[in-house]
């Protein structure tokens, strides 16, 4: 029976899960994830752990929050005053918005608080500091 190795493309089933088991993300709800395996385009861990595995295998990965989204920097949650906003900005406290840097990048936020005067703004990775576990099933090697 074929396994999965360094190049190959792949369809997987998953459901990804914090430590207290808590879904954050799931095929179930999503399509089945398709990718290459080494192509750098889901977490290495992720990647390296369906290598050796064939088509309907299933296991638990377990990621530490180093390896996956790094930790959670309080530096990066930061007060917006509303007097820099654009007229009618509102967003409501969870939703996501793009700010974009100094240079002209694109940086994801959080709107986290508010207050009179300003927002609250996370740029931390929702899964960040988070360890992650992932309840994989290989559905096809293509």
């Not at 954050?24 to 889901?42: I, K, Q, R």
């Not at 005053?81 to 654009?86: E, K, L, M």
Request: charged fraction near 25%.
């Amino acid at each position: 029976m074929a396994t999965a190795k360094e190049g190959s493309r792949v369809i997987v089933n998953y459901i990804g899960k914090l430590e207290d088991g808590t879904v954050f993300d799931s095929s179930e709800t999503n399509a089945p994830l398709e990718f290459v395996v080494g192509g750098g385009n889901v977490l290495e861990d992720f990647e390296q752990a369906i290598v050796g595995m064939s088509a309907g295998e299933s296991k638990s990965i377990h990621i530490p929050s180093e390896r996956a989204y790094g930790p959670y920097i309080k530096e990066r949650v930061f007060t917006f005053s509303r007097s820099r906003a654009p007229e009618n900005f509102n967003p409501e406290i969870g939703q996501k918005i793009q700010m974009y840097r100094a240079d002209g990048l694109p940086v994801p936020m959080t709107v986290v608080g508010k207050t009179e005067t300003s927002f609250i703004m996370d740029g931390n990775h929702q899964l960040a500091g988070k360890n992650l576990i992932f309840d994989v099933t290989l559905v096809e090697i293509l």
